[in-house]
């Protein structure tokens, strides 16, 4: 059918200007016309579209509901509704004296005294005498009741500077981070550290590093191989200074070195400002809080740790901490005792007697002694129990340990018994599964994952996590060039890791992760996190970490607040950042918006810089990212006063 008005269509194009005379003429008439009836309508000449007599009958929300206002107020509101009149308010109902002051918020957050600048809550010297002194359970963790806490912030002390840059620091650090010459004078034969002008020097010596921790670290390659990405991770009890996790980075392994807070004074503090991995940490009568088959390689250089005693106890933790196939070293006393005992002190007899003791308890544990030479001696342990559960036969003692789950360890009491390995099928297959070398190790699927031992997390999960934390650290260099920048930051706190995919996507910086998997957790991924070739501890952040102030030079953490919301008070976990941060340093939290407002309010209170970042899928995401940056403060100077200079 023809459509009439088609020719017309058709027509006007080939008139332009009959019809660009005709369009013009038309729109001002038209614009003219309507601009005259909006004038009109206004003026009162017709009725609104939508009057008052159409709006609903009932009133609006009062004042009074609303805060209270007046009851004249109140009285004009009731006499519009009976009226059906609705009377809208449009008065402020915020004001600026209801919003709380910085300077007042300040107020909940002053500078500690210039004494506990170096406080470690938790393994305070002062507080320890009032505990057991049997079995060292003085020297762990007892933290300080709700009434006991300080809720001020711990001052570095005056003249602190920011620590050398890796990979100079881990050779130097200034006096005044760590103002103690103690063990430049008891260690002063042994080359642990010097102490010349403003700086300390760490020659890379030990009590057993008789050429330096590089020539001790060959000495244990030639027997062990140790570049070939098999071992990646370590443990080094009763570290000293740290030299040989230190000397260890250069060859890809990351080593946790752990000796008690008041041994030797400021041991673990000065492996921290070194930029080497450390915690405060002691054999006593709990469990380390590592989960099972954890490292690659456990260590003991003159520790003087009775390996022996108690049955073996402390072995016994060692092995439930070492992965199969998993290696234990040992030097100093009671090693090679035929050339030092004069030297040491004692008896030949009674050091044949120590080692004696400590070779039948690796027996008892089917370790296997590999080499000693010199003065190292390594055992390994088997790669699984087949062959162990026959040797009970002989072996009496210990036990293999009842059912229970051999990753918890978190004031979990030490036992005397043989941590079971998983079940195998083949006396050949290693227990848990096989760990790839490293690097390959950091992305491969871990052997946890992969036999499903973990519920609720499978191959994919761990896959796709992988490639959202690369995402995010590129995020998060691109929001905040300090990270981006190499050497910047070298001591990193991941306060909630769950797989540890922060860390790995910062692998390739010149930085180490601490990974740190709350006990509230829902699932414990520190097994993981270990099977990765990374390092990590557990912990409960409605307490103190067991380390020295400053330790830090950046905080990372995801969820934290909203997983301890309702445990806690928010305000003791940011002092404990606080006191954890060294001074410029930085702080990134990811949560819900209206808790890091909140967060954010405390750290301003504290006197950080800081902002609120859209989520990296852009802003329409609840989900928030809190940027916060800890200003350069001190302690004064003995005669300045009290109050520190910001």
Same mark, same amino acid.
């Given at each position: 059918?023809?459509?009439?008005?088609?020719?017309?269509?058709?027509?006007?194009?080939?008139?332009?200007?009959?019809?660009?005379?005709?369009?013009?003429?038309?729109?001002?008439?038209?614009?003219?016309?309507?601009?005259?009836?909006?004038?009109?309508?206004?003026?009162?000449?017709?009725?609104?579209?939508?009057?008052?007599?159409?709006?609903?009958?009932?009133?609006?929300?009062?004042?009074?509901?609303?805060?209270?206002?007046?009851?004249?107020?109140?009285?004009?509101?009731?006499?519009?509704?009976?009226?059906?009149?609705?009377?809208?308010?449009?008065?402020?109902?915020?004001?600026?004296?209801?919003?709380?002051?910085?300077?007042?918020?300040?107020?909940?957050?002053?500078?500690?005294?210039?004494?506990?600048?170096?406080?470690?809550?938790?393994?305070?010297?002062?507080?320890?005498?009032?505990?057991?002194?049997?079995?060292?359970?003085?020297?762990?963790?007892?933290?300080?009741?709700?009434?006991?806490?300080?809720?001020?912030?711990?001052?570095?002390?005056?003249?602190?500077?920011?620590?050398?840059?890796?990979?100079?620091?881990?050779?130097?650090?200034?006096?005044?981070?760590?103002?103690?010459?103690? @063990?430049?004078?008891?260690?002063?034969?042994?080359?642990?550290?010097?102490? +010349?002008? &403003? !700086?300390?020097?760490? #020659? $890379? *010596?030990?009590?057993?590093?008789?050429?330096?921790?590089?020539?001790?670290?060959?000495?244990?390659?030639?027997?062990?191989?140790?570049?070939?990405?098999?071992?990646?991770?370590?443990?080094?009890?009763?570290?000293?200074?740290?030299?040989?996790?230190?000397?260890?980075?250069?060859?890809?392994?990351?080593?946790?070195?752990?000796?008690?807070?008041?041994?030797?004074?400021?041991?673990?503090?000065?492996?921290?400002?070194?930029?080497?991995?450390?915690?405060?940490?002691?054999?006593?009568?709990?469990?380390?809080?590592?989960?099972?088959?954890?490292?690659?390689?456990?260590?003991?250089?003159?520790? @003087?740790?009775?390996?022996?005693?108690?049955?073996?106890?402390?072995?016994? +933790?060692? &092995? !439930?901490?070492?992965? #199969? $196939? *998993?290696?234990?070293?040992?030097?100093?006393?009671?090693?090679?005792?035929?050339?030092?005992?004069?030297?040491?002190?004692?008896?030949?007899?009674?050091?044949?007697?120590?080692?004696?003791?400590?070779?039948?308890?690796?027996?008892?544990?089917?370790?296997?002694?590999?080499?000693?030479?010199?003065?190292?001696?390594?055992?390994?342990?088997?790669?699984?129990?087949?062959?162990?559960?026959?040797?009970?036969?002989?072996?009496?003692?210990?036990?293999?340990?009842?059912?229970?789950?051999?990753?918890?360890?978190?004031?979990?009491?030490?036992?005397?018994?043989?941590?079971?390995?998983?079940?195998?099928?083949?006396?050949?297959?290693?227990?848990?599964?096989?760990?790839?070398?490293?690097?390959? !190790?950091?992305?491969?699927?871990?052997?946890?994952?992969?036999?499903?031992?973990?519920?609720?997390?499978?191959?994919?999960?761990?896959?796709?996590?992988?490639?959202?934390?690369?995402?995010?650290?590129?995020?998060?260099?691109?929001?905040?060039?300090?990270?981006?920048?190499?050497?910047?930051?070298?001591?990193?706190?991941?306060?909630?890791?769950?797989?540890?995919?922060?860390?790995?996507?910062?692998?390739?910086?010149?930085?180490?992760?601490?990974?740190?998997?709350?006990?509230?957790?829902?699932?414990?991924?520190?097994?993981?996190?270990?099977?990765?070739?990374?390092?990590?501890?557990?912990?409960?952040?409605?307490?103190?970490?067991?380390?020295?102030?400053?330790?830090?030079?950046?905080?990372?953490?995801?969820?934290?607040?909203?997983?301890?919301?309702?445990?806690?008070?928010?305000?003791?976990?940011?002092?404990?950042?606080?006191?954890?941060?060294?001074?410029?340093?930085?702080?990134?939290?990811?949560?819900?918006?209206?808790?890091?407002?909140?967060?954010?309010?405390?750290?301003?209170?504290?006197?950080?810089?800081?902002?609120?970042?859209?989520?990296?899928?852009?802003?329409?995401?609840?989900?928030?990212?809190?940027?916060?940056?800890?200003?350069?403060?001190?302690?004064?100077?003995?005669?300045?006063?009290?109050?520190?200079?910001?």
């Amino acid at each position: 059918m023809a459509k009439p008005w088609l020719p017309l269509f058709h027509y006007l194009p080939f008139k332009s200007r009959r019809a660009n005379l005709y369009y013009i003429t038309s729109v001002t008439f038209l614009c003219a016309t309507f601009y005259g009836l909006g004038i009109w309508q206004h003026s009162g000449g017709i009725s609104p579209i939508i009057s008052a007599s159409r709006l609903p009958s009932t009133p609006c929300i009062t004042n009074s509901s609303l805060g209270g206002i007046g009851k004249a107020k109140d009285r004009s509101s009731a006499e519009a509704a009976a009226n059906n009149v609705v009377t809208l308010d449009f008065e402020a109902h915020h004001a600026a004296d209801h919003l709380i002051p910085v300077a007042a918020a300040d107020l909940r957050f002053p500078p500690c005294d210039v004494k506990l600048s170096e406080y470690t809550p938790c393994e305070d010297v002062q507080r320890s005498w009032k505990f057991d002194r049997d079995r060292n359970i003085y020297r762990e963790r007892h933290c300080p009741t709700l009434d006991e806490r300080l809720r001020c912030r711990i001052p570095a002390p005056h003249g602190y500077k920011v620590p050398f840059r890796w990979p100079e620091s881990r050779d130097m650090a200034w006096f005044a981070n760590v103002p103690h010459k103690e @063990l430049t004078v008891e260690k002063k034969n042994q080359n642990w550290v010097k102490y +010349e002008g &403003d !700086r300390f020097y760490f #020659p $890379g *010596g030990g009590t057993m590093f008789a050429n330096g921790a590089d020539a001790y670290i060959d000495d244990i390659g030639k027997m062990i191989n140790l570049r070939d990405g098999s071992i990646r991770t370590a443990i080094d009890t009763g570290c000293g200074v740290a030299s040989w996790g230190a000397y260890l980075l250069s060859r890809n392994i990351l080593t946790v070195s752990f000796a008690p807070r008041d041994s030797h004074e400021a041991q673990v503090q000065f492996a921290l400002e070194r930029g080497v991995p450390a915690l405060i940490g002691v054999f006593a009568s709990k469990r380390l809080p590592y989960p099972a088959r954890a490292f690659d390689m456990a260590h003991c250089s003159r520790c @003087l740790i009775p390996w022996g005693q108690r049955d073996g106890e402390f072995l016994m +933790e060692v &092995d !439930r901490i070492l992965r #199969p $196939g *998993g290696y234990w070293i040992l030097s100093g006393p009671p090693i090679n005792w035929e050339g030092h005992w004069k030297g040491w002190q004692r008896t030949t007899d009674d050091l044949k007697a120590e080692q004696d003791k400590i070779e039948g308890v690796a027996r008892s544990l089917c370790w296997k002694k590999l080499k000693q030479k010199g003065d190292i001696a390594i055992w390994q342990k088997p790669t699984n129990h087949a062959h162990c559960k026959e040797n009970r036969k002989v072996f009496k003692f210990p036990p293999f340990c009842p059912a229970e789950d051999p990753d918890r360890a978190w004031y979990t009491p030490m036992d005397r018994c043989l941590t079971k390995l998983p079940e195998v099928s083949d006396t050949k297959d290693t227990a848990g599964g096989v760990l790839t070398k490293w690097p390959e !190790r950091l992305t491969s699927v871990p052997p946890r994952i992969r036999s499903g031992s973990l519920e609720g997390i499978t191959a994919e999960m761990f896959r796709e996590d992988t490639e959202l934390w690369k995402k995010r650290v590129a995020y998060y260099k691109l929001a905040d060039g300090q990270l981006a920048t190499k050497g910047r930051y070298r001591n990193v706190l991941d306060m909630n890791s769950y797989l540890g995919g922060f860390a790995a996507a910062l692998v390739n910086d010149p930085v180490w992760v601490m990974n740190m998997v709350p006990v509230e957790a829902s699932i414990n991924t520190l097994g993981v996190i270990y099977e990765r070739g990374l390092i990590g501890t557990y912990q409960n952040w409605c307490e103190a970490m067991s380390t020295y102030p400053r330790t830090y030079d950046f905080i990372h953490g995801d969820s934290v607040f909203a997983l301890y919301s309702g445990r806690c008070e928010f305000e003791d976990i940011v002092l404990e950042m606080d006191r954890v941060l060294r001074p410029e340093g930085s702080v990134i939290i990811r949560d819900d918006v209206d808790t890091l407002v909140k967060i954010k309010n405390m750290f301003d209170a504290m006197q950080y810089e800081s902002r609120i970042m859209d989520h990296e899928q852009g802003p329409l995401e609840r989900h928030k990212i809190l940027w916060a940056n800890k200003q350069y403060w001190t302690a004064p100077a003995p005669t300045e006063g009290t109050s520190p200079a910001s």
